[in-house]
């Protein structure tokens, strides 16, 4: 039900543009991360998905793979 | 986004069947369905709640509360009653940020049989519902509907969820509660909280960042805690450690098993020479054991010789009577002597039978060779010497001759020969025997001499030294076997730990992801908190100012809302100064709505009176859609109840111009005043008027005709100031404001 994702976004991408670089990452790949996981959270709202925690962590975990190999 | 394109009631309580198609037309949203008090409001909303909800939209105890229509006598067949409600949504509000075209069509349609049942108990009704039926349709591209894959509950509840039902399709009084009840209800202040900050949390996406937040920072204790675990398994120096003690045993071992080989070929070859010359002393020994036993042997054959020997002479013995034991062993000597004597006799030695002829031969005095023998010639005296020589020897040549002749007697006895025979077999016989025992005494002192050669103490000493091999032997093969054994559980201690260096290295590089992990999961934790702190802070900000304004856009110039104020010691809106949102102090994830007076003292809500609250709800209702951008319908019921002049003129207003779609059920005199007509004239896209067949002037009531002889409510387009052959009311005909619709447009 959220609609305001928009705005989420936005500050999502503030967030991510001063926080990132203090750890040497993309903050483009950080809020597509971060949308992501929150999409999967919304969803998770409405109805309870099957291991959204593992597939979340899996998220996270390529993620910081591929951020460490781009450094 | 959500916006209802069309709902279908049948056979709904006091519908038969209605179909209302809201306007969806953002420059005029709005949509008014002009119902009297009494003539199926609270009924049409409750049809779309169960549309939407089924069972559990439905007041008080479900199971006795009728769907069906009152006309309807319980029977078996039964009764089927339909809501359907088409609505249209954008999907997935992230889908149309990505710019993708995502609207779908829905229907929801839901239906339940009603039929009858025999009451068992006194207050039980005399139905049941059954096969209750949803079903939630989505339009493909094609235009053609297919059920949707998630099913019913999983889209509504993501598009209107159960908890916000008060929030869409209200009933006025229930939206009350999101500051504190209505007049006939108070609630307790943490379920206003509760519900408060549901709605503000779920429609400004503020529960889903902190939920979102709430897991990843959840995942980065997991990748702490995992990080920690991998870490500390790792213990990589002091398993190191191990293994390097562990190898330097294994070379101890090695080497000591070295050792002892070699040590042990060394004892091999001395225990072999050993052997050898115990095998060289014991072979002699053999035959100084086998002499031993000759030595047995020799003195049991010379005793057996020595008995053979005498029972040979035994048997000789007992074979003869004495005089012929006598004469056999005299035979021997017997034919001894005859063989001695007989050649003497033979030659004349023996003239013993001569002499007498001799001395008749000197009586007649002649010699057979004719000389005179009377005197004493000489041939004479020859003779006489001659038998004087042989006088001499007479007696003795008697006695030969005599042994002779004995002798020949003997000799031509018929047993003679046999005795001597005899004798010469058992004397042949002995003297084998002693031959035998002669050649056993030689023997026998052969194997004295060879055994006085043997040295026993030289054998025992080999023994000895053999023992001593053997048992330095052995005590080097149990060493080698316990080294062996060791070496193996080394080297099985050192796999093991050699894996589990592996492991641990595994387990570092895992540490090391995951400590990646935790860093980037750290990082989205605070950009998510960041971000949410911000958007709760100028959102909620916003919404606290949003509400404000809309607020005073409906209270401004408030004269005249006192006159429609029943109760005196309440708060009215000229008192209220400031309304809005808040978090409650000790915690950011609550709200509260407040309305404080003009000293800046917060009032209560239930200080407050129903036409405030109503108002104040409708704020942070509006407020909450328009700061979180939410299309949503608005369906109300009395929500201009309690209000007049121009707040009621401008409620009306701001909800028309705030709402998405509001979808709003007015009485007739909600509408009375021109200004809320020239508002619905304004911003109505669509225009309905609800008409109960029982309010019918024969009952009592207004309706001028009976359209349906049943007790239903029946719909019409008619607008605020229009009436149609089913709507008409008293008055309405003689009233110039308004105007009669053609039959043809009515009813539906
Ligand atoms: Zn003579
Ligand atoms: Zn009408």
């Known amino acids: 039900m959220v609609s305001n994702f928009e705005r989420i976004l936005a500050e999502i991408r503030k967030e991510a543009g001063q926080i990132a670089p203090n750890y040497r990452v993309d903050p483009d790949s950080v809020v597509n991360l971060i949308m992501g996981i929150v999409d999967l959270e919304d969803q998770h709202r409405v109805k309870a998905q099957h291991g959204i925690k593992k597939k979340i962590r899996q998220m996270i975990e390529t993620a910081a793979i591929q951020a460490s190999e781009v450094r | 986004m959500l916006l209802i394109r069309r709902i279908e009631i049948v056979n709904f309580a006091c519908f038969d069947q209605v179909e209302i198609r809201p306007s969806a037309n953002p420059k005029r949203p709005l949509t008014v369905i002009r119902a009297e008090n009494g003539s199926g409001k609270t009924t049409l909303l409750r049809a779309i709640r169960w549309g939407m909800y089924g069972e559990q939209g439905l007041p008080g105890n479900p199971g006795s509360f009728s769907l069906h229509p009152a006309a309807w006598q319980p029977d078996s067949q039964g009764i089927e009653t339909r809501v359907s409600i088409l609505f249209e949504t954008d999907g997935s509000s992230r889908l149309q940020l990505e710019g993708k075209p995502t609207n779908i069509e829905y229907e929801l349609r839901r239906s339940v049989t009603t039929v009858h049942r025999e009451p068992s108990a006194k207050d039980e009704p005399d139905f049941r519902r059954v096969r209750e039926e949803a079903q939630l349709l989505e339009r493909e591209p094609d235009g053609s509907w297919v059920p949707n894959v998630h099913g019913v509950g999983r889209v509504i509840e993501e598009l209107l969820p159960w908890s916000l039902r008060d929030f869409f399709v209200m009933d006025a009084d229930e939206a009350a509660d999101f500051v504190g009840g209505s007049e006939n209800k108070e609630i307790q202040r943490h379920e206003v909280i509760g519900k408060t900050s549901f709605a503000v949390r779920a429609l400004l996406g503020l529960e889903v960042f902190d939920s979102t937040a709430e897991r990843v920072a959840s995942l980065r204790r997991d990748f702490e805690r995992d990080a920690t675990k991998a870490t500390r398994n790792a213990e990589l120096a002091e398993k190191q450690a191990e293994l390097d003690h562990v190898r330097g045993r294994l070379d101890e071992i090695e080497k000591r098993l070295e050792r002892n080989r070699h040590e042990r070929a060394d004892t091999d070859e001395r225990l072999a020479q050993g052997r050898g010359r115990l095998e060289a002393l014991i072979g002699s020994l053999g035959a100084h054991d086998a002499l031993r036993q000759r030595l047995t042997d020799n003195e049991k054959h010379t005793q057996r010789a020595n008995e053979e020997r005498r029972s040979a002479a035994r048997e000789l013995s007992n074979d003869l009577t004495r005089v012929e034991m006598l004469a056999s062993l005299a035979a021997r000597e017997v034919r001894h002597v005859e063989q001695l004597l007989q050649p003497l006799y033979d030659d004349g030695s023996i003239p013993v039978r001569h002499l007498p002829f001799v001395k008749r031969l000197l009586e007649t005095g002649t010699c057979v060779c004719g000389q005179d023998l009377t005197s004493a010639s000489d041939h004479a005296n020859h003779i006489q010497e001659v038998i004087d020589r042989s006088t001499e020897q007479k007696d003795h040549a008697d006695h030969l001759a005599e042994v002779l002749d004995a002798a020949t007697g003997l000799g031509r006895h018929a047993d003679g020969e046999e005795w001597a025979d005899r004798t010469d077999d058992h004397a042949k016989a002995v003297a084998v025997l002693d031959e035998e025992i002669n050649n056993l005494t030689q023997t026998r002192l052969d194997i004295d001499s060879k055994l006085d050669d043997i040295d026993d103490e030289e054998v025992e000493n080999a023994r000895g030294r053999i023992g001593m091999l053997e048992q330095s032997l052995s005590k080097i093969d149990r060493e080698i076997t316990s080294d062996q054994e060791a070496r193996e559980q080394l080297a099985k201690d050192s796999n093991k730990l050699e894996g589990d260096i592996r492991a641990a290295r595994r387990q570092e590089a895992q540490a090391r992801d995951l400590e990646r992990y935790e860093e980037t999961a750290a990082m989205l934790v605070q950009v998510l908190r960041q971000a949410y702190a911000r958007i709760q802070d100028e959102q909620v900000r916003e919404l606290d100012a949003e509400m404000n304004a809309l607020f005073g856009s409906m209270a401004a110039n408030v004269f005249d809302d006192e006159a429609v104020e029943d109760n005196q010691h309440k708060a009215t809106l000229r008192m209220i100064a400031k309304v809005g949102l808040r978090p409650l102090e000790d915690t950011s994830a609550e709200y509260e709505i407040f309305a404080d007076n003009s000293r800046g003292r917060s009032m209560p809500p239930t200080e407050i009176n129903g036409a405030s609250r109503r108002i104040l709800a409708l704020s942070f209702v509006l407020g909450l859609c328009k700061v979180s951008r939410t299309v949503a319908p ?77 007790q239903v409510s029946l719909l019409c387009d008619c607008g605020p100031r229009e009436y149609c052959d089913v709507c008409e009311r008293l008055g309405q005909a003689q009233d110039e404001r308004c105007t009669r619709r053609q039959e043809s447009e009515a009813p539906r």
């Open chain 2, 634 to 710: 608005l369906v109300a019921d009395s929500l201009l109840n309690f209000t007049s002049g121009s707040v009621r003129t401008n409620t009306l207003r701001v909800t028309a111009e705030t709402a998405s779609q509001p979808i709003l059920l007015l009485t007739g005199s909600d509408l009375e005043s021109q200004n809320e007509i020239d508002l619905v004239n304004r911003y109505a896209g669509a225009t309905y008027t609800l008409t109960g067949q029982w309010q019918h002037v024969d009952q009592g009531g207004d309706v001028v005709r009976l359209t349906d002889n049943r």
